[in-house]
């Protein structure tokens, strides 16, 4: 008899990378190097970079051939200006979707031009 495993909890090490896909290398590349003022810190051919951030944490672009292409979101990335930098973003080619704030913070909801979702937070 197997012991049942779909109801034990599966021991995580903390979150390795966060990936968006894209329909075109080359242009999200220039759109998030230009925004966050970043460059690669690892490459594979031509459907995959990574970069790390300056807190360590990862962010990648992915382009699988194979694969169907399915926006997604969620990432936050830490800006000092989120006001600046939702007006870079509609100069690179990004759209602005909502902006929310509070006592503590403000971020903008931003479309990357794929239609992946991400937010630019500045904490007070």
């Known amino acids: 008899m197997t012991a049942n495993t779909t109801h034990q909890p599966l021991p995580t090490r903390g979150l390795d990378f ?3 896909q894209t329909t075109d290398m080359a242009r999200s590349r220039a759109f998030f190097e230009a925004l966050l003022a970043i460059a690669p810190s690892m490459e594979y051919k031509d459907f995959y970079v990574e970069y790390e951030l300056p807190d360590g944490s ?4 992915g382009r699988d051939p194979e694969a169907e292409f399915m926006p997604t979101g969620g990432i936050v990335f830490g800006v ?7 007006a870079r973003v509609e100069a690179l080619g990004g759209s602005y979707v909502k902006q929310y704030g509070g006592e503590h913070c403000t971020a903008a909801w931003c479309r990357d031009p794929d239609g992946n979702v991400f937010g630019l937070h500045q904490r007070f």
């Open 18 to 20: 966060f990936i968006l």
């Open 58 to 61: 990862t962010f990648a672009i």
């Open 80 to 86: 000092e200006d989120a006001t600046d930098a939702r």
